[in-house]
């Protein structure tokens, strides 16, 4: 064994024994204030309410983080609103609502350039702003911030999120493409995770 190697044993052996002697130290004393206060006919004893209230911890929510997701969300929506009206424009459309472009989307009734077809692509590549996993995780981190990361608001925020996906569904018009339901599934996995790693081990698929 190396000289540092039973250096650090010796320490951690000395802080122990250290540990253990201002232990008994404190217990004497404490039996000491005990027997002092019993003959004075008082006894403290801390209740059980004031010591759980010490140790609960309090969520609130995170505004920053929640108008930092929001205002990315919103600029990568509005570039996609974009490119979805000049495909119309080019073909002699013009887009009125939100629902007209997810239905204009979802018909598949269009031409797109080379590099307007790139740029999708990226975006929803394995590691694009769309793809499964960066939407999944800003979904998560949406929720955590509204909740303040509160695993009693998980159920909540789980079924908040289904409701949507049933929304954006009926936008679509039709079943979502087959992204859309893997990154469903990639959220209700991670809202598992959270619920596991938050010692509540329900699920709801």
Do not use: C, H
């Amino acid at each position: 064994m190396s000289v540092n190697g039973i250096t650090n044993i010796t320490a951690a052996e000395n802080y122990a024994a250290s540990s253990a002697a201002s232990k008994v130290t404190a217990k004497n004393k404490d039996a000491e204030n005990k027997n002092k206060a019993a003959e004075q006919g008082v006894v403290y004893e801390p209740s059980k309410e004031a010591s759980s209230k010490s140790t609960s911890k309090t969520y609130k929510q995170d505004p920053a983080l929640i108008e930092k997701l929001k205002a990315d969300a919103e600029a990568q929506t509005a570039q996609l609103r974009q490119l979805v009206e000049q495909m119309i424009s080019k073909q002699g459309g013009t887009l009125a609502s939100a629902d007209d472009m997810w239905s204009f989307l979802a018909s598949g009734d269009y031409t797109v350039d080379p590099e307007t077809k790139a740029k999708a692509q990226a975006d929803i590549a394995e590691d694009g702003y769309w793809g499964v996993d960066q939407t999944s995780d800003r979904i998560l981190d949406f929720a955590k911030a509204l909740s303040g990361g509160d695993p009693d608001m998980i159920d909540k925020m789980r079924d908040a999120f289904k409701k949507g996906f049933e929304e954006a569904t009926k936008s679509w018009g039709k079943d979502l493409p087959s992204l859309s339901n893997d990154t469903y599934q990639a959220v209700m996995d991670k809202f598992d995770k959270w619920a596991e790693e938050s010692g509540s081990t329900e699920s709801a698929i």
